[in-house]
């Protein structure tokens, strides 16, 4: 723990150790003492002091407790704990102190400062009006996430909640984005550590992320501290101009390692045996982001905290804290993930309170009209199900539903720019794609992407993006489809006797279908 540092030696104030438990440590003999305060252990190891009692102060231990015993000395200087902060920990994998832990030499910053710091005021905060891109045609539409907000991923375990965050940090390389990414893990297994760090490696974006490790067999001290390092981090970057994505994966474990904290220093438990503090915790942990202004630099620190729900319950306490917290959120579903939709979002439950202004005027009026189609298949998708007689109407509402859900899947690999998602809906929102089963819609969304990023393609479809409104992009989005249409690597429509508005039943349309296919 090299770079944990006591500062200038002031005058130290010694005492006893009195009891240590499970990284909790007693000490008493000490008057003149402030919380976050650093100690030192006879046998060299260190802590950070947490509460106070009548007659014991407690510190957590950070690190190795079994090699402190009762009545061991332990100095105490009235100096914050730091970190070291700056460009060079871009690239390199860290535990919550600033320890390397990648095995490329020792970490030399020019630059360290305290771990803890207070929040920006409002009066040097900025309006958030400038999207951060995601690649994802369903988040970057439905649910825009602008750079200084706070956004929540709530999910249950596998369902991609992890992959996607992942996904978005590759993202930001490939775009050009300038946007710092730092990945925050709390009680992580060490082999998705490990899977993570070569996934980033091989899509040459580990030199534009700063990955901070809490691991399941670190002290739980250690893991407490890591979103706080993940932050200061962050601020320091901020406070330099550039715009920063954190991510914290996941708030649920943080709690429940407080959790745990705080009732080994035997306070009051609260609902769920949480101490009543848990909400300040977390909040004065994600005020810290925002968009600033530029006497304090002009960056930004956008936050995507994770959630971890158990089937599919998002009432529980510390999820419905962190939403009341954030700025929205972004639901995935099980249900949907056995469904193969990648990624499982539920456009229906998630919300983005203030990323919609941050889209242009092209793409809000073409997300806003897919939202809508959107909630209309989905309001009589179960209906549909039941095998009941439909309207025209209503099965034409059906075919394009299925159409735009197999239109905006994703696997981990795939990004999609903010220009190209504007004809993609643009052709979603149109009749062409009816001309094509559902079945190889897939194949029909990775072709057309194909043919949009073509270097004769790519200065009309950004051209349309900029423009002032929809109805003078319409012109330059219906050439491109057209276009599209009578490309010779098209694949081409498959003939049908009718449409599926056509079809007076879901019955006779399903059966249509199969024979088509045969």
């Not at 369903?138 to 369902?159: N, T, V, W």
């Not at 962050?234 to 550039?242: D, P, T, V």
Request: aromatic share 8%; proline share 3%; hydrophobic share 40%.
């Amino acid at each position: 723990m090299n770079n944990l540092r006591l500062g200038p030696k002031k005058d130290f104030v010694s005492g006893r150790v009195e009891s240590i438990s499970n990284g909790i440590c007693q000490i008493s003999g000490i008057s003149d003492i402030a919380i976050d305060s650093v100690v030192l252990f006879q046998s060299g190891c260190k802590g950070l002091v947490i509460d106070f009692s009548e007659n014991y102060c407690s510190a957590l231990v950070l690190g190795d407790f079994t090699t402190i015993k009762k009545g061991d000395y332990v100095r105490v200087v009235e100096e914050q704990l730091t970190i070291p902060v700056g460009d060079e920990l871009l690239g390199r994998v860290i535990d919550s102190l600033g320890n390397a832990l990648d095995e490329k030499g020792a970490i030399m910053t020019k630059k360290i400062v305290s771990l803890e710091n207070i929040d920006k005021t409002v009066f040097q905060r900025k309006d958030i009006n400038h999207q951060l891109e995601t690649g994802f045609l369903l988040i970057d539409s439905q649910i825009p996430i602008g750079r200084g907000q706070r956004e929540l991923f709530i999910g249950e375990k596998r369902i991609g909640k992890e992959e996607t965050a992942v996904q978005i940090f590759k993202n930001q390389l490939i775009n050009q984005s300038g946007v710092v990414s730092i990945y925050v893990t709390i009680g992580i297994q060490t082999s998705f550590v490990k899977r993570m760090v070569e996934e980033i490696s091989q899509a040459e974006a580990l030199n534009n992320t700063v990955i901070i490790v809490g691991r399941a067999s670190d002290p739980a001290p250690l893991n407490y501290l890591a979103p706080f390092a993940g932050v200061r981090i962050a601020e320091e970057m901020a406070e330099r101009g550039k715009d920063v994505l954190i991510i914290f994966d996941n708030m649920t474990r943080h709690a429940r390692i407080y959790r745990q904290i705080s009732l080994l220093l035997k306070r009051a438990p609260g609902r769920e045996a949480y101490p009543g503090d848990i909400f300040y915790l977390h909040a004065r942990l994600l005020e810290r982001c925002g968009r600033f202004s530029d006497e304090v630099g002009g960056g930004s620190i956008t936050a995507i905290p994770i959630v971890e729900t158990v089937s599919e319950d998002i009432t529980d306490y510390i999820t419905t804290n962190l939403m009341s917290i954030t700025d929205g959120h972004v639901l995935f579903l099980r249900s949907l993930f056995h469904k193969d939709r990648r990624p499982a979002i539920s456009t229906e439950y998630s919300v983005s309170r203030i990323g919609g202004r941050t889209q242009s005027a092209v793409f809000r009026d073409l997300s806003n009209e897919l939202k809508i189609r959107i909630g209309r298949y989905d309001e009589i998708e179960n209906l549909a199900n039941f095998g009941a007689e439909l309207q025209k109407d209503t099965l034409k509402i059906i075919e394009r539903g299925k159409r735009i859900y197999s239109f905006a899947n994703q696997d981990q690999n795939t990004n999609i720019k903010i220009p190209e998602q504007c004809i993609m809906i643009y052709f979603l929102l149109s009749d062409y794609i009816l001309q094509w089963p559902t079945e190889i819609i897939l194949d029909i969304a990775q072709n057309f992407l194909k043919f949009l990023t073509r270097p004769e393609n790519k200065d009309k479809v950004n051209q349309a993006e900029r423009v002032e409104s929809l109805e003078k992009a319409k012109p330059i989005y219906e050439a491109l489809c057209q276009k599209y249409l009578s490309d010779p690597e098209t694949i081409k429509p498959i003939n049908r006797e009718a449409m599926p508005a056509d079809k007076e039943s879901l019955q006779d349309l399903l059966k249509g279908m199969d024979e088509q296919l045969k």
